[in-house]
């Protein structure tokens, strides 16, 4: 793939803005446009200029005579990219699908990208962008998969092929977020009610016992609760997908349905008392949880 000379973004978030600043800074020549469904949002905007790359007022005008597009939204909005593009590609691009959902929805957005021309790519993301950024490891799957994982690997990427097979990828992921996310919600729930009988001391002490080597009387608190309060409408988001994923199989997504709900709550409660992320900040989990427990009475 020597031909590359226009990529597209779809989804200024958090990975989008990491993709956009850090491929334009490797090769300032490459023709790079973004597009993001908040086209109204100056703050987006904002980002694609402190990006260095252009800023497409649709989807349609994004992907037109890119040789690769990322697709990089919450897991809502992954098939709705999939069936934005499609009607507006020329044969050959390669889509790179990195959301966080079901094989089944990655199955449903192949076919319509395949279906238009282009060369459907499972991503798999296994790890935070930050702060390994372009080297974060990525999973791939699908027919063109060894393709794009040279160009990638060529281009500050970290990404390896698991498998010709579009959705296997997927299925890692999203059998890993059950423990992941699902950790995340289980802290925040046991530590939310031990600060409240006043023993989180000696929660924590007894976690740090049973597993020294996680950082239970370290930093691991305050990272895995501060996860949900940055990112838990997106993180609630993939868990949905995550409980298809079980569902699809005749697993029972018990435990699973359970972190959507509290994923999503704690989201909620912040943003029910005016608490954006960035007040958080230097994160502290106690000090949050003395935010999220004030005023209740039950």
Known sequence: MNNVTRITLIGLGEVGTILATDLKKLNPALDIVAFDKQTG??????????????????AADAVKDSQIIFSAVTAAEALNVAVAVAGHLAPGPFFLDLNSVSPHTKHEAMALIEQAGGNYIDVAVMAPYPPARLKTPLLLGGKQAYAISEWLNENGFNSKVHSTT???ASAIKMCRSVMIKG???LTAECLSAA???GVEK??????????PSLGWNAQLPHYLISRIAEH???????????????ADVGVAPNMSSGTVLAQQELVDSLAEKGIRYSDLEPFEWERTVDLLMSGRTS
Do not use: N
């Not at 987006?44 to 649709?58: D, E, L, M, W, Y």
């Not at 000696?202 to 597993?211: G, N």
């Open 232 to 246: 838990g409408k997106r993180r609630a988001e993939e868990m949905r997908e995550v409980v298809k994923t079980l």
């Open 202 to 211: 000696e929660v924590l002490a007894s976690l740090h016992a049973s597993f």
């Open 166 to 168: 579009v959705g296997e």
């Open 195 to 197: 600060r409240q009988y």
């Open 41 to 58: 949002s100056a703050g987006i905007r904002q980002r694609a200029r402190a990006a260095g790359v252009s800023f497409a007022s649709s």
């Open 183 to 185: 950790l995340e919600a």
